[in-house]
């Protein structure tokens, strides 16, 4: 399972983290976001210890949606050291994929 992300906990878990840090931003009312909610999972258990998968539930977490200008989801934003370097908007993407971008940040 994904990483359950919260504004408390934000900061420790992404920016802080010493490995690259994927993050689904979703909502429990969006469509394309439950297609792709278990693809994160998924990825999440692969990756192991070289990174991070975690989600952020945009409805609970507005003022993360607000910093990281959330205006359409899912969005995938890939992290690396406390900064964003990479992103996907919508949910066509693959678990093979989202694994790629993230070994490239390693």
Known sequence: MALQLTEANFE???ISSDVPVLVDFWA??????KMIGPIVDQLAEEVGESA???????????????KYNVRSIPLLLFFKNGEVKDQIVGASV??????????ELN
Do not use: I, M, Y
């Open 12 to 14: 420790s878990e992404v």
């Open 28 to 33: 429990e009312w969006c469509g394309p976001c």
């Open 52 to 66: 991070k998968v975690a989600k952020v539930n945009v409805d609970e977490a507005r003022d993360l949606a607000v």
């Open 94 to 103: 693959t678990k093979d994929q989202l694994k790629a971008k993230l070994e």
